[in-house]
């Protein structure tokens, strides 16, 4: 009857109910953050910015970063006391992250292709160009921002609570990138990144570091959508400080 009274509510949803979504969402951002990508042209020059697939690449990015910021909650609530400190620091710091990438995904994906289409803004874009990329919102802050995937990832694994494939896969997506970038780097005669001309070397370093941080998020996904009856709710009652009135 405990168990009931925990997991049942007489409006609105139970907390399983709200890990069961949650973990829907991260499953489906993967599928989104895959195609998004495959999407998207090989680098952010003004030409490529005006090809078909740039716009729909970035609303589809969007989408996928739109549903990390609602499941993420749930896959932080599942282990937050498990966590400490660690936990709830990378969590917000990744919340900032997530809303950042939807801030600039909606930039890039409207509003630079407005700009490149009109002579007199197009030298404000391109790979160094002062509006492009955000315009530089953050500065060099958002050089920093993939730090906190790792953050969470670490309290993940430390924690206990999911797989630990689940932290493991978000600690790795930034070393993975940078590997990826070195390597291709020397492959392609140090035509990567801004500077590739090619899907490769423009976009697979970046892509494989976010395919692996939704990998993560899904794997948790999945795990708080197969999560067995009254599981979810219980955590939920014990991840509540000792003594809580409920």
Not at 167 to 195: K, N, R, T
Not at 214 to 239: D, H, I, K
Request: a positive charge; proline letters at 6%.
């Amino acid at each position: 009857m405990a168990t009931k009274s925990v997991t049942r509510v007489e409006h609105g949803f139970s907390s399983e109910q709200l890990y069961r979504l949650s973990g829907l969402a991260l499953l489906a951002a993967l599928p989104l953050q895959v195609v998004g990508y495959l999407l998207h042209p090989p680098n952010e020059e003004v030409q490529q910015v005006l090809q078909a697939t740039y716009g729909p690449a970035h609303v589809v990015l969007f989408a996928s970063w739109l549903l990390a910021l609602l499941g993420l909650p749930g896959l932080y609530a599942r282990q937050a006391r498990r966590a400490g400190r660690l936990g709830l620091v990378g969590f917000v710091a990744t919340m900032v992250a997530v809303a950042y990438h939807s801030y600039l995904l909606l930039y890039e994906g409207f509003a630079v292709p407005i700009m490149a289409r009109q002579p007199a803004t197009q030298a404000l874009l391109g790979a160094d160009g002062p509006l492009a990329h955000g315009a530089g919102a953050l500065g060099v802050l958002a050089f920093a921002l993939p730090l906190a995937f790792a953050v969470l990832g670490v309290a993940t694994v430390r924690a206990g609570v999911f797989p630990r494939g689940v932290g493991w896969l978000q600690i790795a997506s930034v070393p993975a990138f940078v590997v990826i970038a070195i390597v291709l780097g020397i492959a392609l005669d140090g035509q990567v990144g801004p500077e590739g001309t090619s899907w490769v070397g423009g976009m697979l370093p970046i892509s494989v570091l976010y395919w692996l941080l939704f990998a993560g998020y899904a794997w948790g996904g999945a795990v708080l959508r197969s999560a067995p009856e009254g599981r979810a709710a219980t955590a939920a009652q014990a991840a509540r400080p000792a003594g809580a009135a409920g």
